[in-house]
């Protein structure tokens, strides 16, 4: 495996000197974070970005995410300009060397917590989901988390209109279309896409979600047989999908040689509903087995990029949440030693 972190670009508050003092890890995932969905990426804005990464001995083989601009995911007379700017996006991505572009199909909101501040017992601040809150949200005045800032309630709204009319099996059709559309592309210049699951795994205010269960990504990989065709083993995302059988998906998956990149990270079901909390990455921290994801991630022959995910804010650090660097360096150390010690004496 190789291991990266999530780097949001030159305005990211962590140097990448510190990102280069964690063991083991050997680049980033980054994006060109101020272009909007449908805007063809400059050439030289990745190349200066991977100049910076390459001199603090850091590869920039992942990008995550190029982002699908919802006229893709609706299909609409905007779509096919979308998907062309789309494969000029990945076209320019391999020309810097990029090797594995992460991206997602969820409408409208491609992550969604409740509490970006959930208090642990500890002091440490997690990312949160609680159904008991959930409910009691308005979906006809959205206020959510994290998202204020990315619409105004208009444009929301109307998006979420757009979306009512939308069955899970047009939304399915209409990722068919741009897989069959990209694919071609990606096996020319050398991408393998890798589709991050729904978060959480399962519809939220009536938008239709296909990527969610092993059903869904069989159904995909199905009807799209090329290995550019793969998936981000997000394992917080479908973990918090209390059907989804994560050593049985990390070791199926792997096996098929869909798993391009995972993201392993630890939930918390705090309830006997849907609730749960972003816990810290050790397995007695959380209700995931990571020891048995990653021993079947190894075992099935898994050679891709793995990255810790969301942090615990945790000894003051402030910051992003999610995003810091304590918690997640402790993550990379976890996974460090998690795959040495399967991949030396634990196969068996
Ligand atoms: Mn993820």
Redesign the pocket.
């Known amino acids: 495996m190789k291991l990266i972190f999530r780097w949001y670009g030159p305005t990211d508050s962590i140097p990448l000197q510190f990102i280069d003092q964690i063991p083991n890890c050997s680049g980033v995932c980054t994006a060109c974070y101020d272009a909007k969905p449908g805007e063809v990426w400059k050439l030289s804005t990745l190349l200066e970005m991977k100049k910076m990464l390459n001199d603090n001995h850091l590869d920039m083989d992942v990008i995550e995410s190029i982002p699908v601009s919802e006229n893709i995911k609706l299909g609409n007379e905007l779509a096919q300009h979308d998907i062309e700017v789309f494969k000029k996006n990945l076209e320019v991505c391999a020309q810097a060397g990029v090797k594995v572009v992460c991206y997602n199909f969820m409408p409208v909101f491609d992550w969604l917590r409740t509490d970006m501040h959930h208090k642990n017992e500890d002091g440490s601040e997690s990312l949160s989901y609680s159904y008991d809150d959930f409910v009691k949200v308005d979906p006809h005045n959205l206020h959510l988390p994290g998202w204020d800032e990315s619409y105004s309630q208009d444009e929301l709204q109307n998006l979420l209109d757009i979306y009512q009319k939308m069955s899970h099996e047009q939304l399915f059709q209409n990722l068919l279309h741009f897989l069959q559309e990209i694919i071609p592309v990606c096996e020319r210049v050398g991408i393998n896409m890798a589709i991050?699951p729904d978060?959480p795994p399962w519809d939220v205010f009536h938008l239709p979600r296909i990527v969610s269960n092993e059903e869904d990504l069989d159904r995909m990989f199905a009807a799209v047989p090329s290995k550019a065709n793969g998936l981000?083993l997000?394992t917080?995302?479908f973990g918090a999908g209390r059907c989804n059988n994560l050593p049985h998906m990390a070791g199926k998956y792997a096996k098929q040689g869909r798993i391009h990149f995972a993201?392993l990270?630890n939930v918390l079901y705090t309830d006997d509903k849907d609730s749960f909390v972003e816990a810290g990455h050790a397995s007695c921290m959380g209700s995931l087995d990571m020891a048995k994801i990653v021993k079947e991630l190894v075992v099935n022959g898994f050679d891709g990029y793995v990255r810790p995910?969301h942090g615990r804010n945790i000894f003051d650090e402030g910051g992003k949440p999610g995003y810091g660097l304590y918690d997640r360096a402790l993550g990379c150390a976890y996974i460090n030693g998690l795959f040495e010690a399967i991949e030396k004496y634990g196969r068996n």
Do not use: I, P
């Open positions: 991050h978060d981000t997000c917080g995302s993201h990270r995910d």
